[in-house]
């Protein structure tokens, strides 16, 4: 799919956000604008408190913006309201976090259908969802499995599988490979690529490997808050 007949999925126009640490006000991003295309796997490095973990959470309706705004899907987030941004999340977006967060006590299976039931889906519906999505990403032997008998890539897949369950339109993942060896983590990041290309998603990474762009269609640098020249 070439760049031109790409759609926007998610985008961020002139956001600011400014956080209040007691009698100051620290400006933590400063004027971001970026585009994510459908299909196009978007890396976005900065180091450590360059504003890079705040701009993911604004675009993926966890924080809202100071001013600027934010679009997902095509349809502008113009609400504050917790729940307005819980449900752009339910519906438009899938995480893929650096600790996987899985539940200890569920199967493979078990947190994936666990994800959709907070969507709204249930029962043998949302098993064979599961199921299907665990396939997906190479994890339908070890669907039974607990987290503790899992690899941290096999658990990393089963955090794959519990984003993509619901369809989102958007992938956001945050340093996704940092608790991966190099083998392990090069085979989650061709399957990130795998999946937006072959699915038409839009996928934004925050990280600080260097490998992240060997899957990525461009980089994006962010530091004291600005987007920089990767």
Do not use: W
Not at 8 to 24: I, M, N, P, S, Y
Not at 48 to 77: D, F, N, Q
Not at 165 to 190: F, H, M, R
Request: aromatic letters at 4%.
């Amino acid at each position: 799919m070439s760049s031109s007949t790409r759609s926007q999925v998610l985008c961020a126009d002139g956001v600011f956000k400014t956080f209040d640490e007691g009698k100051h006000r620290v400006e933590v991003l400063r004027g971001v604008s970026l585009a994510v295309q459908a299909g196009e796997v978007v890396a976005l490095e900065g180091p450590s408190g360059s504003g890079k973990t705040t701009l993911l959470s604004i675009m993926g309706c966890i924080l809202t913006p100071s001013s600027g705004s934010v679009s997902v899907a095509g349809h502008r987030v113009m609400s504050e309201r917790p729940e307005v941004l819980r449900d752009v999340r339910r519906r438009d977006i899938g995480f893929v976090f650096q600790q996987f967060n899985l539940f200890p006590a569920l199967t493979a299976l078990e947190n994936v259908e666990y994800a959709l039931n907070v969507k709204g889906t249930r029962g043998r519906h949302a098993r064979d969802i599961a199921r299907r999505s665990l396939e997906r990403v190479d994890m339908g032997e070890r669907m039974d499995f607990l987290p503790r008998d899992l690899s941290g890539g096999q658990k990393q897949r089963v955090a794959i599988a519990r984003a993509i369950a619901g369809s989102p339109t958007v992938l956001l993942a945050d340093e996704p490979t940092a608790n991966l060896d190099s083998a392990t983590g090069s085979q989650i990041l061709q399957l990130f690529r795998q999946l937006a290309r072959e699915e038409s998603k839009g996928l934004l990474i925050v990280t600080h490997d260097a490998r992240v762009r060997g899957v990525a269609d461009r980089a994006v640098g962010i530091q004291d808050g600005r987007l920089i020249a990767a």
